[in-house]
């Protein structure tokens, strides 16, 4: 397995097409898979924003206030008010926003990012990452290049481990997780292991080459791996019913 | 970047040296990431057990029951009171068992495989992951390939996202995270994420290559990745003074 980072990319501006930049730089061959950086994918949506567009409703008051009495500085509301909009679900309010995506990814601040953004106070994620990587399989198809799976990818925390990954927010032209229930193992016992996220897996394998910096590397190309023989499933983001932390979260509230 | 599976290596023994097993089949580089599955560590290191070796606790017994109750199949007080020996705390005891080993890394059932495991009922995680990957690595440079960093891998489950992914439990000649604090991005702005979990990235791209089952590859080398010139932090797991996760796990207990 290969992955070699997409060079010379420019600085992406609203309406850019990415499949027909990237096109243009890689020599994508049928098997591949493309990750994208979901700041780019923002980028060309025009998903930039400022914090003047959101006017502060009582709740994100509350929660800045509420921030600002926890750490000891200023929280602008505002910011908490565009978190609010691009949730459904605050998880976390305080000591900081761990909120779920309309999408149903849960990451702090909704993964509104500060950092790369250009002109604007904020970039929010793409509105429906899968459909983004979509569009970028269907132009590169249009442009010849076939039978390419897109991942489009951002960086997240997460409990109980310290730092960030790459993770998926989207794909196309590959399910998210290999099911490997049924298969055996060495010893011809059924697996413990049964649901590999390998667009997770594969979103942190590109985040090693993409980096958090000024790199200005937000696509990879993925050669020579291969999703093999197995049942597939797109279920990657567990809902209330199926996750014990969300609901252990729901009955808990932070001391202040 | 390039990650290629060590072909060939046998069925693990205990007293088996991977380092030497390594060596003979890979032509490993300076610079080099050495990744190795916990399941040959742990056979190499005798960490087999029986569920006869556990002899049952009143604490054991009850988490069996409740399990039992709430699952309406049977469950084994014995593989509870593994979990319960291996463990420095159990996060959650119902309607499944998420602990914390005593090296620090949380997981269901304390990491306890009962797959790929011959002539015994259980695999238990090596006791220091971070001193086996020590080891190996010195086993290297004793050969004489030095400068090889050594990540112990394992496949694990977690909050919010469907399914499994390779996760780092212990790792040498490299730091686990790289820290960004303090850099800029493409605009000048000093970064928001801060701390990329490297080695769990490394973790899950060889987990791509190893896969869950009788592929027999639990080694892969990972060429033609840096670093680079960032800080490195250690610190990997969290204690539940910095996990809120944690905290709000305490509170909480399932009904039934
Ligand atoms: N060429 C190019 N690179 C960009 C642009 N915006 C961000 N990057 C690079 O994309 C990579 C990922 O950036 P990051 O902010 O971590 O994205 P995220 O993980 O999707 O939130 C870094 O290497 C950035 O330097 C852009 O407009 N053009
Ligand atoms: N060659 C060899 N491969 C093994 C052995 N035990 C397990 N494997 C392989 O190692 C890989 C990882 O196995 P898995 O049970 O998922 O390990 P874990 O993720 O560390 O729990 C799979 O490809 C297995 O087939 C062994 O003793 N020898
Ligand atoms: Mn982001
Ligand atoms: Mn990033
Ligand atoms: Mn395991
Ligand atoms: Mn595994």
Redesign the pocket.
Known sequence: MELNGVADLPEIRPGDDIAALVADRAALEPGDVLTVASTIVSKAEGRTADLKDYPVSGRAREIADRLESVAGEEKDPRFAQAIIEESSELLIDCPFLLAETRFGHICPNAGIDRSNVPDHDLLLLPKRPTESAERIRSGLAERGLEDVAVVVTDTCGRPFRHGQTGVAIGWAGMPASRDWRGER??DGHE???TVQSVVDELAAAANLVTGEGDGGTPAVVVRDWDFGTHEGSDELFRSVDDDLVRQALRTWRVDG
Chains 1, 2 share one sequence.
């Open positions: 193992d060495r697996l413990g292991v």
